[in-house]
């Protein structure tokens, strides 16, 4: 079996390597496509096979598709140009005829207001139209998302939003890339559509209350208007365009798009996910 990661250099491709080799996956049967080869040489010197491979240039990742059983395909991080970017991917793939084909969505991706979902929703239906057999990762929120608003609690004590009573069912990257290496590395699993998320789903007054632990002083949350949100975002220099992306985000929190947990990350990987407190600490 030879995996190919897209992105493995990012922050969970490389989170998915590393479960991989953990998990008994030879090092040579693991193909890293990267956009910038260079940032992949730790994993070029373990014996993981290194290759070019850049959504706006076709012919690499039809390249690196040679000789490969599996794909995972992590989102792009480019916002709005991850529809396109994809599609080049599921183009190759299908292409190439491979076996498995999984790909990191976001949480109801076809039913969800999140601000986020529509270009996840457009790959569904990309590979859906392609004919892969794939397994679908609806990956919720990342609690390495938070690093920010911990930074900025330890000097200030406040961790602002606009996100109500709305709950976040969040888990680590490493939570999130075992249950990618877990469906790449077993069978059973194509045609499945896993929502994804933490064991516990938590408001943002408990958040407050994870980082000052973490922290070891008091934060509180201040729960914002939207447009009070918008006005702090524009005085701290933030543009049009983001602080509207922001706060129609926090309205999707607000209106329960993240809230949602079942246990199934937690069953995938044969773990309870990372507590929330534990994932902080990890980022101070």
């Given amino acids: 079996m030879t995996v190919l990661l897209t992105g493995a250099t990012g922050h969970l ?8 080799l953990a998990r008994g996956v ?7 496509g990267a956009r910038d080869t260079s940032k992949a040489a730790d994993l070029a010197a373990r014996g993981v096979t290194v290759v070019p491979l850049d959504y706006t240039q076709p012919e690499t990742i039809a390249a690196a598709l040679q000789g490969v059983d599996s794909v995972l395909l992590i989102s792009s991080s480019e916002v709005g140009q991850r ?9 190759a793939a299908a292409a190439a005829g491979v076996a498995k084909f999984v790909y990191t969505s976001a949480p109801k991706a076809t039913t969800s207001d ?3 979902a529509p270009e996840h929703k457009a790959t569904e ?3 859906a139209a392609a004919g892969l057999p794939a397994v679908i990762l609806r990956n919720n929120w990342y609690t390495e998302n938070y690093a920010a608003d911990v930074a900025r609690a330890r000097e200030t004590g406040v961790i602002a939003a606009s996100v109500g009573e709305g709950r976040v069912a969040s888990a680590n990257r490493a939570d999130y890339a075992d249950a990618a290496a877990v469906v790449l590395i077993e069978d059973g699993h194509i045609g499945q559509v896993y929502e994804l998320a933490g064991d516990v789903a938590w408001t943002y007054p408990e958040l407050a209350a994870a980082a000052a632990e973490v922290l070891g002083r008091d934060v ?4 914002l208007t939207p447009e009070e949100q918008a006005a702090a975002l524009e005085s701290a220099g933030l543009d049009a365009g ?7 985000l926090d309205a999707g929190i607000r ?4 809230a949602d947990t079942d246990g199934t990350l937690s069953r995938l990987i044969g773990r309870p996910t990372t507590p929330l407190v534990e994932g902080l600490r990890a980022l101070v």
């Fill in 13 to 20: 491709g490389r989170l998915v390597v590393e479960s991989l």
């Fill in 26 to 32: 030879a090092a040579s049967d693991i193909v890293a």
């Fill in 83 to 91: 529809a396109a970017q994809h599609q080049a991917v599921i183009d």
């Fill in 114 to 116: 999140l601000v986020l």
């Fill in 125 to 127: 239906e990309a590979i």
């Fill in 220 to 223: 509180t949350y201040q729960n």
């Fill in 242 to 248: 983001t602080v509207g992306f922001v706060v129609a």
């Fill in 255 to 258: 209106g329960g798009a993240l």
